[in-house]
């Protein structure tokens, strides 16, 4: 069964950190890209990065570029693809999301045009003072 789990979000304020998590089950991550969006209340869902599992290639978007750092995890399960967010703003604040595609069914140029197919069931993320 496919499974998408997120972890790692909180409160924090202004300037911090936090390191989201999504751990990946039921598919061969090597095979597949990893992608976290968010959607703040009133919003619509918007896309912040991707992690190509096939190539090791990245994107972001670019209000998140220089701050966010997307990875995947390097011990033997290599299952977990991690956001680390830096220098948090209150416009961060969302619920974020992390979802999978076929990694040959993306093109990274512009992977937010393109379906991500599973879904994870998201993890709150506010930054307030």
């Known amino acids: 069964q496919v499974q998408l789990v997120e972890s790692g979000g909180g409160l924090v304020q202004p300037g911090g950190s936090l390191r989201l998590s999504c751990t990946a089950s039921?598919?061969?991550?090597?095979?597949?890209?990893i992608g976290w969006f968010r959607q703040a209340p009133g919003k619509e869902r918007e896309g912040v990065s991707v992690y190509n599992g096939r190539s090791g290639r990245t994107y972001y978007v670019d209000s998140v570029k220089g701050r966010f750092t997307i990875s995947r995890d390097d011990t033997e399960n290599k299952q977990t693809v991690y956001l680390q967010m830096n220098n948090l703003k209150p416009e961060d604040t969302a619920v974020y999301y992390c979802a999978s595609i076929l990694a040959n069914r993306l093109g990274m140029s512009t992977p937010f045009l393109y379906e991500f197919e599973e879904w994870g069931q998201g993890t709150q993320v506010t930054v307030s003072s």
């Open positions: 039921g598919f061969d991550l090597n095979y597949y890209a």
